[in-house]
């Protein structure tokens, strides 16, 4: 008979939900955000007190530790882009990624005349002598 370990999915969600609880846990005190009970006394989820605010720096905090790549652990990793997620689904608040400096200078298809433009998309970057 050979080892083998059964029900890794089970421990997968509970990993999971032990990341979401850890993180809602520090945005509740890095926000100052208080859950309150409802009648059945279950606490609300965090992402029905957080605002924009909130959401903006979580995914500017997530978008640095991965520019500059700083480690974090990807349970919470994961845990931090579902609540960001969620808000954002829950509130109709679209997502708008990060521009980097190389698209602000990057012309666009509209800045340059059609005729400058290749065949395969890429703006005319040279002069054609004949």
């Not at 890794?8 to 969600?13: Q, R």
């Not at 955000?33 to 029905?48: A, F, P, R, S, T």
């Not at 978008?63 to 990793?77: F, G, R, S």
């Not at 845990?79 to 698209?103: G, H, Q, T, Y």
Request: net charge negative.
């Amino acid at each position: 008979m050979a080892f083998e370990i059964y029900k890794m999915g089970k421990l997968s969600d509970r990993l999971e939900e032990e990341a979401y609880l850890w993180v809602a846990y520090q945005i509740c005190e890095t926000y100052g955000l208080e859950l309150k009970k409802n009648e059945y006394g279950y606490e609300q989820d965090v992402v029905d007190i957080m605002t924009e605010d909130h959401v903006k720096e979580i995914e500017e905090y997530l978008e640095t530790t991965y520019n500059d790549k700083n480690w974090i652990e990807p349970y919470a990793n994961t845990a931090l882009n579902s609540i960001c997620d969620r808000w954002r689904d829950e509130n109709d608040a679209p997502w708008e990624p990060p521009v980097s400096e190389v698209d602000k200078l990057t012309p666009k298809k509209g800045d340059i005349d059609v005729g400058e433009i290749m065949p395969d998309g890429y703006p005319k970057t040279f002069k054609v002598t004949t």
